[in-house]
């Protein structure tokens, strides 16, 4: 499956819930409870078997961090290769990308914009070019905005728009030095509650 470039909002409105793929939370929400088409607005919502909500869940997940299933499967892999709970290993895999770690600093206004910055050598990694959206960040790592990428249009007020952001626990916004570091490993209670990713793990683990 490639990526998806289509209506953002009509993603939201399949499942039901905001998955942050566009800026104005406020606009998405109108329209949540209607599902997409010509019939949306009548439409009831199906009652669905327990794959249907295995892969409902996995979908979520998927356009939530902008992943490929190729890609999202191998995360599950090695969730499940590391020792612990295999769902909160695949939290915390999911949260450790540079492109999340990005977002969630305030970098970017979604993850889309995020990956994208990324790609474009906008960041440096502990001072060395990152430009890979899918690297796993651990702690003690500082992400900041390049020099020469300060004055360009979308990053005139990143002071300001750092300041504001309300980061999880495990990451720290300095506005002044246009960086974040990353102070620990992602916590459960940072994680958005949008998707269960024990139906996820189920998913997979009867394919």
């Given at each position: 499956m490639g990526r998806y470039i289509g209506p953002k909002n009509k993603i939201a409105r399949r499942f039901g819930v905001n998955l942050g793929l566009k800026t104005n939370a406020a606009k998405v929400a109108r329209r949540l409870s209607q599902a997409p088409g010509v019939h949306g607005p009548n439409k009831r919502r199906k009652t669905?078997?327990?794959?249907?909500?295995?892969?409902?869940?996995?979908?979520?997940?998927?356009?939530?961090?902008?992943?490929?299933?190729?890609?999202?499967?191998?995360?599950?892999?090695?969730?499940?290769?590391?020792?612990?709970?295999?769902?909160?290993?695949?939290?915390?895999?999911?949260?450790?990308?540079?492109?999340?770690?990005?977002?969630?600093?305030?970098?970017?206004?979604?993850?889309?914009?995020?990956?994208?910055?990324?790609?474009?050598?906008?960041?440096?990694?502990?001072?060395?070019?990152?430009?890979?959206?899918?690297?796993?960040?651990?702690?003690?790592?500082?992400?900041?905005?390049?020099?020469?990428?300060?004055?360009?249009?979308?990053?005139?007020?990143?002071?300001?728009?750092?300041?504001?952001t309300d980061t999880p626990s495990w990451v720290r916004a300095d506005g002044k030095k246009k960086e974040g570091t990353v102070l620990h490993m992602p916590l459960e209670a940072d994680y958005d509650k949008i998707f269960d990713v024990k139906l996820i793990i189920e998913y997979y683990s009867t394919r």
């Open positions: 669905r078997s327990t794959y249907g909500k295995q892969l409902i869940e996995k979908q979520k997940a998927k356009y939530l961090y902008g992943i490929r299933e190729k890609q999202f499967s191998r995360y599950v892999r090695e969730a499940e290769r590391l020792t612990g709970d295999s769902g909160k290993n695949l939290q915390e895999l999911l949260e450790r990308r540079l492109d999340n770690v990005v977002y969630r600093i305030g970098f970017a206004k979604t993850r889309a914009q995020a990956r994208q910055f990324v790609s474009h050598n906008m960041f440096t990694l502990n001072g060395k070019k990152m430009n890979i959206p899918s690297h796993l960040v651990k702690s003690g790592d500082v992400v900041a905005l390049k020099k020469n990428k300060e004055k360009k249009g979308v990053f005139i007020e990143i002071t300001e728009q750092l300041m504001q």
